[in-house]
């Protein structure tokens, strides 16, 4: 089967760097996404890494190490309307078009 | 406007009654998908439809019913619910035939089982 861990909560301030953290278990590992959702939106898709290393998109940056099967979410930054719930996704096994999701990570941004 | 919409946004049934939840993609998307969000639990698969194959997640219950008449229209048919079928339930499509990680997700239609 698979899964995927991260943390429930995390708090951080407006203008700082927070990381979310994803371990994962899986048979095949074809690549990592994140996704991010605001209360009563829709999940909204941020990064994938299929390969090693760290990829930046504009405040938004995700790393990836497939030998400790691990990555992160890196914010930088940070903005009030950044509150949200960040989602770690892998490819499912049983059908790999679709997504296996964690449990998701709330961020609180205070002022 | 992330280019799938469900509808009803909102709907309330009692254990009884028979509804549809419907989905529309505008994206021109060959690959749609059923999710259900429950309160602190994964996001979890229920459906998939694509051109090649339906992959159904074999702990569905058979009171949740899915129909998939041309790849941009999806509904999920509801009938005897039980009030742990209360939930948010996610629309999601996607194109291609290898997984890039990206689905585009509705906002949502939330269920209340009474």
């Known amino acids: 089967g698979q899964s995927l861990e991260q943390p429930s909560e995390v708090t951080a301030v407006e203008g700082a760097i927070v990381q979310i953290n994803c371990t994962y278990q899986t048979s095949g590992f074809y690549g990592l996404s994140w996704y991010q959702q605001h209360d009563g939106g829709a999940p909204t898709f941020l990064s994938y890494n299929a390969l090693d290393g760290l990829e930046e998109t504009g405040r938004f940056s995700s790393f990836l190490s497939r030998s400790d099967s691990y990555g992160y979410l890196l914010l930088q930054e940070l903005q009030m309307k950044d509150s949200a719930s960040y989602f770690c996704?892998?490819?499912?096994?049983?059908?790999?078009?679709?997504?296996?999701f964690g449990s998701g990570t709330r961020l609180q941004v205070q002022p | 406007e992330t280019g799938v919409t469900q509808t009803p946004r909102h709907l309330v049934m009692g254990m009884t009654n028979k509804k549809s939840l419907k989905c529309e993609q505008h994206l021109g998307h060959n690959a749609m998908y059923w999710y259900k969000q429950s309160a602190k639990k994964p996001l979890e698969l229920m459906f998939v439809?694509?051109?090649?194959?339906?992959?159904e997640n074999n702990s569905v219950p058979s009171r949740f019913s899915p129909e998939c008449p041309n790849s941009s229209h999806l509904f999920l048919h509801l009938h005897t619910l039980q009030p742990e079928d209360s939930a948010l339930y996610l629309c999601?499509?996607?194109?291609?035939?290898?997984?890039?990680?990206?689905?585009?997700f509705g906002e949502g239609s939330r269920l209340t089982v009474l």
């Open positions: 439809y694509s051109l090649e194959e339906r992959v």
């Open positions: 996704a892998l490819p499912s096994a049983g059908g790999r078009r679709a997504l296996t």
């Open positions: 999601a499509s996607s194109q291609g035939t290898r997984n890039t990680g990206e689905l585009f």
